[in-house]
């Protein structure tokens, strides 16, 4: 039986609602939390990671729910039973632990069409192999877990927007590793266009529909690229206007999902009228939108990488957390928590020089209003 009342839900104005107030929360990207035990099953060590968000009072994490590689999938086929004994392990340990969870249930936009023998553009055919799996899992996954308090929403997979229409897509084709379950090549039938993931994205959210009708529903997409309505319009970099953006923006977001996806880092792409726009700028025209459409805005991704040292870091860090408060955003994570094969460059954890991203989310998250 379905909780009463979902973990969050969207209020008017597009705002969300939690335990029947207004709710804003930043959370976190615990991306590998189950990835770690789908490679090793003797690895638990989310449990303490959970648990460490909790002290912190980090109220969320957004993670990949699945394998990235299509031979790591191939568990949940072979022994669903053991694949999902392994799922429950960190559902269990975020319900003890009180910290919510974003689900990711296809992040690799490549993994299922590989899994299954297609080529990556049977996302755009709702009969295909690829569809059928998306529909299995999302059945299993959604069935097995509509009843924790911990599943605060689902979502569909990351950045799938991004290699859209790419004028230039044949230089982007999805990664070869035959080793790890991929074609020995690509062509032209692996690339992806908006239509096609447009496709996928309104079949999931239709799929979870079936048997959870409250939850939120988020896309897993970016922001829109600078050029996006063009690239999807002729495939060229035109620059797009700003009622270019709203509508790239609204499409990556079809009904019956109930909210606006966004990623955002610090970036020198010019925008609208050929300049660099703050994070502020576009995080209130991004929220200009969602009212607009009654759709809460989630900012899925934000962080600052210390590539260029960390002091940068440090002041790219504050300029996106405070464009994420002062833009009123309904809900934000951090990339990336606990996190070891990024540990030279974005990781954060409670005990590493970063823990100050994780401290400044906590404090962000007790200020009133």
């Keep these: 039986m379905l909780p009463k009342e979902p973990p969050l839900r969207v209020g008017d104005g597009a705002t969300l609602i939690r335990n029947g107030r ?34 912190l009072k980090i109220p969320f994490a957004r993670f990949m729910a699945g394998g990235f590689w299509p031979k790591e999938n191939r568990l949940y086929l ?34 299922v069409p590989d899994l299954v023998g297609e080529p990556v553009s049977r996302w755009g055919d709702a009969g295909s192999k690829t569809h059928a799996f998306l529909r299995r899992y999302t059945r299993d996954v959604v069935v097995r877990y509509r009843d924790s308090p911990a599943i605060w929403a689902w979502e569909f997979g990351n950045e799938y927007n991004l290699p859209a229409d790419l004028p230039n897509a044949a230089e982007w084709r999805p ?3 035959p080793d790890l379950g991929t074609p020995k090549a690509r062509s032209a039938a692996d690339e992806l266009t908006h239509a096609m993931v447009r496709t996928a994205i309104r079949a999931w959210a239709t799929e979870v529909r079936k048997h959870d009708p409250r939850r939120l529903l988020f896309s897993g997409n970016s922001l829109p690229r600078p050029s996006a309505w063009h690239q999807q319009a002729e495939r060229s970099w035109k ?8 509508r790239m923006l609204l499409g990556d977001n079809p009904d019956p999902i109930n909210t606006l996806c966004v ?56 300029t996106l957390l405070d464009a994420i408060v002062q833009a009123r955003v309904p809900l934000a994570a951090l990339w990336v928590y606990d996190h070891a094969g990024q540990d030279k460059t974005w990781n954060v954890t409670a005990a590493n020089k970063r823990v100050y991203q994780l401290k400044a989310v906590s404090d962000a998250n007790r200020r009133p209003g």
Excluded at 25 to 35: E, L, P, Q, S
Excluded at 239 to 246: C, E, F, M, N, R
């Design 22 to 55: 207004p709710f804003r929360g930043i959370g976190v990207n615990y991306f590998d939390a189950f990835y770690r035990r789908l490679k090793d099953p003797g690895d638990a060590t989310y449990q303490r990671g959970l648990e460490a968000l909790a002290d």
């Design 78 to 111: 072979d022994d669903p039973a053991r694949y999902f004994a392994l799922l429950d392990g960190v559902v269990r340990a975020a319900e003890r632990s009180g910290v919510g969870l974003i689900p990711s249930l296809f992040w690799n936009a490549s993994m």
């Design 175 to 177: 990664a070869v590793a």
């Design 239 to 246: 620059a797009d206007t700003p009622g270019q953006y709203a």
């Design 263 to 318: 990623h955002l880092y610090l970036s020198e792409e010019k925008r609208w009228d050929g300049r660099i726009v703050t994070p502020r700028e576009l995080l209130e025209r991004s929220q200009q939108i969602a009212r607009k459409a009654r759709k809460p805005l989630f900012v899925g991704e934000f962080g600052a990488s210390e590539a260029s040292g960390p002091e940068k870091a440090r002041g790219d860090f504050q």
